[in-house]
């Protein structure tokens, strides 16, 4: 079988001297090249992977248009009771619901209930966790709260935002200057007894 040789582009062309110390043929030297592209290629960065299901985000959020819409007409967008299921008052500071979810975890493993029911409980807990940990998500529940109970009234969402409520109490109110008012008392009380003596002095 016959042989075609191709020649090199000018770019490829090895000197005279490393050609014949290396004496490596057209074929092996291509061989080289196809073999070490295969290498980079096995030795490249794999590709990114799907995070581990249990590093991902529970998708449970009340952040929606829909619920904003309930918020605003008064009618509550859970039926659950977060506060409740992690035993807080809704003035817990956020650092504090951390203590209480751990708390009611450890609660829940110690009553030695089966794994189904353990599951369950521990899915509420992680729920309320969720909600009750994030700004945004507590800001909207502690609206619809305040909303769905007191449907009459309207409530802004600052007015429950516990970021925004003032934790010091407020300073003492100064005195009321009444001396102003009284002058101005004084002197209609002054006209009035003026302007009845002179309409009973003009009368005689």
Known sequence: MATVGFRSPPALLCTRRSFSSSRVSPARHLAFHVRSSAVEESTASPPPTDPPVGSQKLSASLISAANVQKALRGIAI??????GSLGIPRDTPYDQVKVAYEKKCEELMSKGLDEEGTSKELELLKESYAVLSSEEERRLYDWSLARSEKPDRYVWPFEVDITQT???PPPPQEPE???PTRLVGYFFLAWLILSFALSVTLNR
């Open 177 to 179: 200057d009444v001396g």
């Open 166 to 168: 003032p934790t010091e």
């Open 78 to 83: 859970t039926d659950a009771d977060h506060y």
